[in-house]
């Protein structure tokens, strides 16, 4: 180790690149003189980064952290033990006075929405049928409609809007843009202004925190540029496929691939032995700061109410119904006094669990809850003297059945 500077220890370091290459004689040693440089970040870290010590020949390069280690970063007051993956920050607390849950509000009674004509039904029916390429739409067209009974139900619909924030240790190549780690105070994750996009839609925005941006030599080369060529080892060679090596083929003939020297010129590198860091994109520099990655989020949690009708309730949630009841705030207040029982208990579990879930780790910005009626209509049918139902739902008259009269299998060859 090289003396102490500035309060560092460096080490002066010169790697050397051993090549071997075999022949018909025998072995043959090359040392290829490869870099000599000063590092303070020790003899075996610097020989295992350089060398890709994780990547032997003709392997891809190992990935790396985009910053440097959080170890060798400086301190930042208010964000100390940071590291390169981050992690989600609590909002600030909000006070003294705890945040309480809004009054619940009574509802006005709902809408009604009529029946589904026999047209409507068959027109759908048809539609459904000419999606399927092994459905004949015979029964859709023949059908004799026998009874059509109404089972609407209510869908019951909480979005809570969050913002989350969190920070990691981040860089880019170093092209003169200014430094500030020591113009100034880096404000705390929460009080950055940051503009709130499009309501209830997921977004995420990352920005420099200011004051945190500091020079530093990049990590993947360790501030030479260029990075060794993992195919041919940094000897800008590579072993003579047709060959193998030997130089020659069949017996004594000279191999014509490589001329008889056994090896060829490394295409990867174009001979130089060495890549332009990726890192850095050659400069050997990094502008290393601290990211802050804000997230918004829409989190959604549905009800319906199930009518026992025999429709499946998980294909009630891709369909549209008429909106009976629309409330948006800060916090919304759960639901009281509708008709069905089981929207009011729904909204009384729903409210609070995003409460609970998300008032400590996130920021509520927004929540929306919204009732819909959504028409479903159980429609019996009789083709060819048996008799069978389907259901049609949503206001895009979506069709469901499971048991189609008049099927075929197709096989693809």
């Known amino acids: 180790p090289s003396p102490i500077l500035k309060g560092k220890q460096y080490w002066l370091i010169n790697i050397r690149c051993f090549y071997l290459k075999l022949n018909a004689k025998g072995g043959n040693n090359v040392n290829i003189p490869m870099f000599l440089f000063l590092s303070d970040q020790g003899v075996v870290s610097c020989v295992l980064m350089s060398l890709g010590a994780n990547a032997g020949p003709g392997q891809p390069e190992a990935v790396r952290p985009s910053a440097p280690p959080s170890a060798t970063m400086d301190t930042v007051p208010g964000y100390e033990g940071i590291g390169a993956g981050g992690g989600d920050l609590p909002p600030p607390y909000p006070g003294d006075v705890p945040v309480q849950m809004p009054t619940p509000q009574p509802l006005e009674a709902p809408w009604q929405i009529p029946s589904i004509s026999e047209s409507v039904a068959q027109e759908a029916f048809i539609k459904y049928a000419s999606s399927k390429c092994c459905y004949s739409t015979k029964p ?89 060529c993992r195919h041919c080892v940094s000897s800008g060679w590579i072993q003579c496929s047709g060959c193998q090596g030997s130089g020659t083929r069949f017996s004594s003939d000279r191999c014509i691939t490589c001329s008889g020297r056994g090896r060829l010129r490394c295409s990867y590198c174009s001979g130089r032995g060495s890549h332009q860091c990726k890192t850095c994109s050659g400069k050997g520099k990094l502008l290393c700061f601290i990211k802050l990655t804000v997230k918004w989020k829409n989190n959604v949690k549905e009800y319906a109410v199930d009518t026992r009708s025999g429709f499946p309730m998980d294909q009630i949630f891709s369909a549209s119904g008429e909106k009976v009841f629309s409330d948006t705030h800060p916090l919304v207040s759960p639901i009281r006094g509708f008709p069905a029982d089981k929207i009011n208990e729904a909204s009384e579990n729903s409210v609070r669990e995003h409460f609970a879930q998300f008032s400590s780790s996130c920021r509520i910005m927004q929540q929306r809850q919204t009732i819909e009626l959504v028409p479903i209509t159980r429609v019996h049918y009789i083709w060819k003297e048996n008799a069978n139902f389907f259901f049609v739902y949503g206001n895009e008259h979506k069709v469901y059945t499971d048991d189609y009269p008049a099927t075929c299998c197709c096989t693809l060859l």
């Open 140 to 228: 859709a067209k023949e059908m004799v409609f026998t009874d059509l009974q109404a089972h609407n139900t209510f869908r019951y619909r909480l979005e809570t809007f969050t913002e989350s924030r969190s920070t990691n240790w981040d860089s880019e190549p170093y092209n003169g843009q200014v430094a500030d780690a020591y113009c100034g105070v880096a404000p705390k994750p929460w009080d950055i202004p940051v503009t709130t996009p499009a309501l209830f839609k997921d977004n995420t925005k990352a920005l420099k925190v200011p004051f945190t941006s500091s020079v530093k030599g990049c990590h993947t080369c360790l501030g030479l540029g260029l990075t060794a």
